[in-house]
């Protein structure tokens, strides 16, 4: 049986928005990853009830959130550099967004969003080298026009073009060498592995010019 994939606003999430709107202030104030995912059978209903990651790991960041209409959206980044760098390679299973009223002193912070990737994680590799591996997920809430959105933790550690480039220069100038360019993956050339690598099932080979097996 597969496991559940995708994101819901969570019942403490849909409290706290309808709260926000009610004159309160909406402030995210972390966003975390983690490596556990819901047991097969989950519901969406169940994964609504959820107060927390089933298996927190790490905390992630975001671009600074945008509201258009009535949905406030932005793109989650976890990267191996962030919390003083990423010591062990972990599979990335699921991540979640907190927040809390801020116009509530003593209203505690609650998880408004939770995603998981099911059968579908991402194998995210510990910092070495100067090397950083980047996952983003974008994500869309649907609150109401004029609600007053906040940010606790700093959006300005997301990485732009710029920061990927300069990271990748400098993982040059310790020895190793890079080259930016294009992949194109063929979707009629994807083939059913007989034997599963962990969770992948599918294989699609092609070739990548000047390519080595001791490329990162």
Not at 14 to 35: C, H, K, P
Not at 52 to 59: F, G, Q, W
């Amino acid at each position: 049986m597969a496991h559940l994939y995708g994101g819901a606003v969570t019942a403490q999430g849909r409290n706290l928005i309808i709260s926000s709107l009610a004159g309160g202030i909406l402030e995210f104030t972390r966003i975390m990853v983690g490596a556990g995912r819901p047991p097969e059978g989950t519901t969406e209903k169940e994964l609504m009830d959820l107060t927390d990651l089933y298996e927190p790991k790490a905390e992630a960041t975001s671009t600074v959130p945008v509201v258009d209409g009535d949905t406030v959206s932005f793109i989650v980044e976890y990267r191996s550099d962030l919390n003083g760098g990423l010591e062990k390679d972990f599979w990335l299973c699921e991540y979640g967004v907190f927040a809390r009223d801020t116009s509530k002193p003593d209203a505690p912070e609650v998880l408004i969003f939770y995603a998981t990737l099911g059968d579908y994680p991402q194998h995210v590799h510990a910092l070495k080298d100067g090397r950083i591996d980047i996952r983003r997920f974008p994500v869309s809430i649907a609150v109401q026009e004029g609600a007053e959105i906040q940010v606790s933790y700093p959006p300005v550690a997301f990485m732009t073009s710029e920061d990927v480039h300069a990271a990748i220069t400098h993982a040059g100038s310790l020895g190793g060498a890079y080259r930016i360019g294009s992949l194109s993956l063929p979707v009629g050339s994807w083939t059913t592995l007989e034997e599963s690598k962990g969770d992948y099932k599918y294989q699609c080979d092609v070739e990548v010019e000047d390519s080595r097996e001791s490329h990162y």
